[in-house]
């Protein structure tokens, strides 16, 4: 459980300095420019990211069983993951209609991710990683809403359909094989 901590710290950690320390991060900026700061930032995200895999791989082989979700959770969980992939979706894409009305869909994506992981886990490896993100996501929103940061104008509708088009596939890929591939974890069974 340690290296999944670990990791967590690291990722979460570099992921909430605007967060926690927005002058530090203003400082440090400015000392070491653009690049040498985004070049830190992306290592400690990566080390952070591959400790976080390695780490939920170790927990497994002593994972301890808080709750068992009920079957509806499952499904509640499959539901919720379609919209968290469209809300990745419109993330990705160039604003359409969705992007303003969601505000900051890469945050509303993480909480559903989570939630949605939370409702189908009941094990303490997958409540203190996905518990962790829910917690890191609702805390940047609020302090992305005390920042008055800016929320994209819209455009045209298009784009609201192909980041639909786009999360539905992505939705679909998980569902057929990619989720198992990825996480040794077939999605529906």
Do not use: C
């Not at 999944?4 to 909430?16: A, E, K, Q, Y």
């Not at 440090?28 to 830190?40: F, H, N, P, S």
């Not at 400690?44 to 301890?64: E, M, P, R």
């Not at 005390?146 to 819209?154: D, E, F, N, S, Y």
Request: aromatic letters at 14%; proline letters at 5%; glycine letters at 10%.
């Amino acid at each position: 459980m340690f290296v999944l901590i670990l990791g967590l710290v690291l990722f979460l950690g570099v992921h909430s300095v605007r967060i926690a320390a927005p002058g530090w991060r203003d400082a440090r900026l400015a000392a070491m420019g653009e690049g040498a700061w985004k070049g830190v930032y992306s290592l400690v995200s990566f080390v952070g990211f591959a400790l976080i895999v390695w780490g939920y791989g170790l927990a497994w082989q002593d994972n301890v069983f808080l709750y068992e979700p009920p079957v509806w959770a499952r499904h509640v969980a499959a539901l919720l993951m379609l919209l968290a992939l469209i809300s990745l979706g419109v993330y990705a894409l160039p604003a359409g209609r969705l992007k303003p009305a969601l505000k900051h869909p890469m945050l509303l994506f993480v909480k559903i991710w989570a939630v949605a992981h939370l409702l189908a886990n009941g094990d303490l490896a997958s409540v203190i990683l996905f518990g962790s993100f829910l917690v890191w996501a609702v805390a940047d929103r609020i302090s992305v809403k005390r920042r008055g940061a800016a929320v994209a104008a819209p455009g045209p509708l298009t784009y609201d359909i192909a980041a639909i088009a786009l999360g539905v596939a992505l939705y679909l890929l998980f569902v057929w094989r990619l989720h198992a591939w990825l996480f040794g974890v077939a999605p529906f069974g």
